[in-house]
């Protein structure tokens, strides 16, 4: 463990720091709620669900059953949907897998595995109201006798009019009407998305964030802290380990094509001032053949427990513009 004000190790079994003799208790405190015995060098969640939750639950609902609403009209009513149907079922999935990450977030939910299945549900519910919307407006959209959205709400009524759909089709594509089984492969593909971006968003913005359980709060994230290239990973990682900057002085400066080179982030909690963790990441990057630039990014150090010297050291750390390439 290292001492917040001078960064010396000192023992988990002493109280005070022998250099400085600052009392080691708050720090403690902090890495034992935030971390278990087996990992309390890197943050963990504590698996934790707040009681409020079921608060959020009706406000997902609601805003749910909205973009399912605007995704049925956009899909029936733009008049090439054939063509935009992905991106408006894109755009659905990411609308609802936004909306429950946030909503888990806002109510301070700290288990993943939970977060996954909340995503799931989340997500299968917005696919029922998508479809119940969508042939609440198809179907009235022409129709001589309107029909109830109430009484499209039964799932047995949803079925068979998806059944009547789909035995013809509804929108056709160079003259082409899509139905039967290709219908209802374009439909599983939906399910799919929908379903799937939801749980894996929910799951991911939980997943990655941390937490302060002394402060009841989440962190602030401080992305690309330091960018460098380095020659040894596996040394990289164990004096990032032993909170060894000493590596710095061997670090290479990120040149504009390089394919590949290494990233530090830090989150923070800013209330206490107590809880910094670092993350090492090695990002690589390839070009097409037009020149556009893409970035795969690995976790090598993932919310690894550092000092606020630490930090500070990294926040201080002045980076020179990427070097120029030498033409020969």
């Not at 001078?6 to 080691?24: D, P, R």
């Not at 009524?157 to 219908?183: F, M």
């Amino acid at each position: 463990m290292l001492c917040e004000k001078c960064g010396t190790n000192v023992s988990e079994n002493e109280i005070l720091c022998a250099k400085c003799e600052k009392s080691m208790q708050s720090r403690k405190n902090t890495l034992s709620v935030n971390s278990s015995a087996d990992s309390r060098q890197f943050y963990v969640h504590s698996g934790k669900i707040a009681p409020q939750l079921v608060l959020g639950v009706p406000i997902l609902l609601i805003i749910s059953t909205l973009l399912a609403f605007a995704y049925a009209y956009s899909v029936i009513y733009i008049p090439i949907v054939g063509y935009l149907s992905f991106l408006l079922t894109l755009g659905f999935a990411l609308g609802v897998g936004f909306c429950t990450a946030i909503v888990l977030q806002f109510f301070k939910t700290r288990n993943s595995f939970f977060a996954l299945f909340f995503g799931l549900g989340s997500g299968i519910f917005a696919l029922y109201a998508a479809w119940v919307t969508f042939e609440y407006v198809l179907w009235n959209k022409n129709a001589t006798e309107p029909i109830e959205l109430l009484q499209l709400v039964d799932p047995v009524v949803v079925w068979r009019v998806a059944c009547l759909v789909a035995e013809k089709g509804w929108y056709s594509i160079r003259n082409t009407t899509p139905s039967g089984a290709v219908l209802w492969t374009f439909w599983g593909v939906e399910a799919c998305a929908v379903v799937g971006i939801s749980a894996y968003m929910a799951h991911s913005f939980t997943k990655d964030s941390v937490f302060c359980e002394a402060c009841k709060g989440w962190t602030e994230d401080h992305k690309n802290k330091l960018t460098f290239e380095f020659t040894d990973e596996s040394e990289l990682k164990e004096k990032l380990t032993n909170q060894d900057l000493s590596f710095l002085e061997d670090v290479i400066k990120v040149k504009r094509t390089q394919e590949s080179f290494y990233r530090i982030d830090c989150s923070v909690c800013c209330t206490c001032d107590n809880l910094y963790t670092l993350s090492l990441l090695r990002i690589s990057r390839t070009w097409d053949k037009e020149g556009k630039e893409t970035e795969k990014e690995k976790a090598i150090l993932k919310n690894l427990f550092i000092s606020k010297e630490i930090f500070e050291q990294l926040t201080g750390k002045k980076q020179a513009p990427p070097a120029e390439e030498v033409v020969e």
